[in-house]
């Protein structure tokens, strides 16, 4: 998580933490490891506007919004990001609309 975000959420929830969030990351990490959890979470930090709303004081559901960032679902406008690793057409069948990402390289 963005450190900002994390302060936000012990703030909010009192919890180092919270429940949902570490029932979430439990589930995702069935199907991701670490570091693509992490990609996808930096990725929409930026993508889904969450910096922005945060930056303006505007983002009153930090534990909501890291738990949205961590569910498997949908790229923002449909598809992968234009800067993805492999091309389309050797993406898995279905994973234009869905958050398909290789492994995190580092």
């Avoid at 959420?9 to 979430?24: A, Q, V, W």
């Avoid at 993805?84 to 993406?91: A, Q, T």
Wanted: glycine share 8%; aromatic share 2%.
């Amino acid at each position: 998580m963005p450190a900002a975000l994390s302060e936000a959420m012990r703030t909010t929830t009192g919890r180092e933490i919270p429940k949902t969030l570490l029932d979430t990351i439990t589930i995702q990490l069935r199907d991701r490891t670490a570091l693509q959890l992490r990609d996808r979470v930096l990725r929409r930090w930026e993508s889904h506007n969450y910096r922005a709303t945060f930056e303006a004081g505007a983002l009153t559901r930090p534990v909501g919004a890291a738990v949205t960032m961590l569910r498997h679902g949908p790229c923002p406008g449909g598809g992968p990001p234009a800067d993805h690793p492999i091309p389309l057409e050797l993406l898995p069948q279905g994973a234009a609309q869905q958050d398909q990402h290789p492994p995190s390289v580092d």
